[in-house]
């Protein structure tokens, strides 16, 4: 094929066809196929490799190389040339191997006498599955229209290998979606689940990347954006009144719909002998691996809006929309590259576990998943490319691990440790009604957190003396436009009526940062978590901040009222808040309605400046709550979205302790109640430490409340802060150490 002409291509192609429907065995296939390339590209090697595991390639079939080195050669992620075309998902061509960067030299293969090479990455939707090489003895670059040519025989060898078209014996043969696979992600909420995988997306499948009818397919194709050019501009008529963030993407649509460039690629692909679908994740392929290498956020965005634009085409060319035909099985495990909060909220409570490929500890799934009390699994790479739907599933939520397709001594751990669980909170359930009184007679109060009316029931079932945190935001990040004051009043009320006199304290709206409405003009903020977000957005928007007091005091209906205000940094924020109040209050009193029986108006210390607030406020607010998650990731300057560093930093570090120290003494001082919120609540030696410093009220999801209630049972506060103390002396950084020895002692 060295005319690279675009017959030549399809004649190439058509004999690859050829290979891909005979009944060869997957060995067969293979050496026949890098026979044919090596015949047609006029060179006198070709070789293709395969990753045998995730970071070793292996030569699988040579034409023109040594025989003896199939199977034997491999070569580590980035090592050699091979290993370089593999690990940047980019095209190698030089005229001089040996002089190249990177080059070894591999005796077995005899690859010595050839002086051209050519490499291309074979690859599907961002999954790396080996290389593709050419070589020849003439010292020669190889011309653009071969390195093209190359490329789309490249696409087709993925497909036939995602097919199954090369199953063989050995690692690098055996068939993919089979395997068991461990990934290794991030914790979004803990717990451990077992089931079957339900992708949020069905992964479209290309059965037929060779086309008979180039003319045909180019017509198909042609027709299919035309379908996804209308369907864009039918989104964006309907989004004109949306906010400028929605917009912006689906004007983002319409360009690359629009893209000559685009369309231009994906028609020389299907001149060359490809069927319509495949130049479609051909260029798709190419999108994902160019998101792989680039930094720039905004360029990653407009790749990832090529990506999903890829996928609407693909779904309407094969017709295998988001109804895939498969039923939901009885215990799904639902994985996805990402998911919103409204559909999340759809499958309810009938999930068993998330993962996703992507999401963060703090976006809107997580907050979600956290209210519905289901683990998730958060940038687990590969997960969308790797299951399938059905696939056996086991998620660990506490270590952000995924077993995919497990063996069966993973299964008889994994099952172990849910049996555990299981016994443990059935041993709860003994102490769930006593008291929590420590052995030296401290008594604590133990609260939940809730932001759904699903999560009320968990009230008495787990024991918790009320709710600590009801997060009002979920309401409206769920909805496409702000709900009205009429539906908060009757959520509010519904959620007092199920807490049967129980307190409950209602967090005003916490949005910005990584909660932002979707019908809210979005603010394009370097840093969002230290910007304009919750208490700061409820000052500035103050129509907002009075609708929702409203609502508020009309559901209350003459009971007891909590509110608290989130992110609080400045005593002068909490009392243009409480003065909010006040005139709300005095509204409604005019309008006749039924005031509260009490009302107590609280806030949430979460950045350490409030900790050193004068006295007067610790005087004037009613209650304060710590926010745990926030507080320790401006105490230690660890964004808790950054895995690299936010594990780095241990609640029992002796400045963080010393910090709560402090806010315990203040509050003594003015009387002022004082409670815990956050992860660290949950955990029970963080909450028998956070109990010895001092805080009397932990506040964490219902399932927490059993083992943590448990340990404080069955210690002596005054002795643990002891322990504390003397590691503090000691100079140590973490009182871990020494209080997980004194644990041992005491059991």
């Known amino acids: 094929m060295a005319d690279g002409t675009e017959s030549e291509s399809r004649k190439l192609l058509g004999r690859l066809r050829e290979a891909m429907a005979s009944d060869d065995a997957g060995q067969a296939r293979l050496d026949k196929i890098t026979h044919l390339i090596a015949d047609s590209m006029g060179t006198e090697v070709c070789s293709i490799y395969l990753f045998r595991d995730a970071e070793t390639l292996e030569l699988c079939a040579t034409e023109g190389l040594q025989p003896e080195s199939v199977h034997q050669t491999r070569l580590r992620m980035g090592e050699g040339l091979v290993g370089r075309v593999a690990k940047y998902s980019k095209v190698i061509n030089t005229p001089d191997a040996p002089s190249a960067k990177g080059f070894r030299y591999m005796p077995e293969t005899g690859e010595e006498r050839f002086s051209s090479f050519l490499g291309i990455p074979v690859q599907r939707l961002g999954e790396k599955l080996g290389v593709l090489v050419v070589q020849s003895r003439d010292a020669r670059e190889f011309s653009a229209d071969e390195v093209y040519a190359l490329e789309v ?54 059965t037929n990347p060779i086309a008979d009818d180039p003319h045909r397919e180019l017509e198909r194709l042609n027709e299919a954006v035309e379908e996804l050019r209308v369907g864009v501009d039918k989104m964006l008529e309907m989004s004109q009144t949306g906010d400028k963030e929605q917009l912006q993407v689906l004007e983002a649509y319409r360009m690359f719909a629009n893209s000559k460039g685009w369309m231009r690629r994906m028609e020389e692909d299907i001149a060359r002998g490809l069927s319509a679908e495949a130049a479609v994740e051909k260029e798709q392929s190419q999108a994902r691996a160019r998101m792989e290498q680039v930094n720039d956020a905004y360029l990653r965005e407009r790749l990832a809006d090529l990506d999903d634009l890829s996928n609407r085409l693909l779904r309407i060319l094969t017709g295998q929309g988001s109804n895939s035909g ?58 969308t490319t790797e299951a399938l739907n059905g696939d056996h599933i086991m998620v660990d939520g506490d270590q952000g691990i995924v077993h995919l397709r497990p063996d069966d001594t993973v299964v008889t751990a994994f099952r172990d440790k849910i049996a555990m669980q299981a016994d443990a909170q059935e041993r709860y359930a003994s102490i769930r009604d006593r008291k929590t009184v420590t052995r030296d007679g401290k008594e604590l109060s133990l609260v939940m957190n809730a932001g759904l009316m699903a999560d009320l029931p968990s009230l008495d079932s787990s024991g918790a003396e009320g709710v600590g945190l009801f997060r009002t935001e979920l309401q409206f990040l769920v909805r496409n436009q702000m709900p009205k004051r009429s539906e908060l009043v009757s959520l509010y009320g519904r959620v007092l009526d199920a807490a049967h006199g129980k307190r409950v304290v209602f967090r005003t709206l916490d949005i910005g940062s990584d909660k932002v409405l979707p019908y809210m003009k979005p603010t394009d903020e370097p840093n969002p978590a230290l910007g304009w977000r919750a208490i700061r957005v409820g000052l500035d928007k103050p129509g907002v901040m009075r609708m929702q007091l409203q609502a508020l005091i009309r559901a209350a209906n003459g009971r007891p009222l909590t509110i608290m205000f989130p992110f609080v940094a400045q005593a002068e924020e909490y009392r243009m808040a409480r003065a909010e109040v006040d005139k709300t209050i005095e509204r409604e009193r005019k309008l006749g309605h039924v005031l509260p029986e009490t009302l107590e108006v609280g806030a949430m210390l979460e950045t350490p400046s409030l900790a050193f607030a004068p006295q007067k406020f610790f005087d004037d607010v009613g209650f304060l709550s710590i926010g745990g998650n926030d507080l320790k990731q401006f105490f230690f300057a660890a964004d808790r979205e950054n895995e690299r560093v936010r594990r780095r930093y241990d609640t029992l570090n002796v400045s963080f302790l010393s910090l709560i120290e402090r806010i315990v003494e203040r509050c003594a001082i003015s009387g002022t109640p004082l409670s815990f919120c956050g992860e660290d609540a949950g955990r029970p030696i963080e909450a028998l430490c956070l109990a010895a410093m001092g805080i009397r009220t932990l506040s964490m999801r219902p399932a927490s409340i059993g083992p943590v209630k448990s340990l404080l049972l069955r210690s002596n506060l005054d002795d643990l802060r002891k322990i504390i103390s003397d590691a503090r002396h000691r100079g140590e950084q973490s009182v871990r150490p020494a209080v997980m020895d004194w644990l041992k002692q005491q059991s």
């Open 153 to 206: 025989v490249a696409m087709v060898v993925a497909e036939m290998t995602e097919l199954g078209a090369f199953v063989g014996e050995g690692a690098a043969l055996s068939p993919l979606h089979q395997q068991s696979v461990l990934l290794r992600g991030g914790t979004g909420q803990e717990g451990a689940a077992e089931g079957h995988v339900w992708l949020h997306e069905p992964r479209v499948v290309v």
């Open 326 to 383: 498969a039923e939901l099985p009885a215990d799904p495990i639902l994985v996805a590259r990402n998911i919103g909060p409204g559909e999340l909220l759809e499958y309810g409570r009938s999930l068993k576990g998330i993962v996703l490929e992507e999401g963060s500890v703090g976006s809107h799934a997580a907050i979600v998943a956290r209210a519905l009390a289901i683990p998730l699994v958060v940038h687990t790479a590969r997960i």
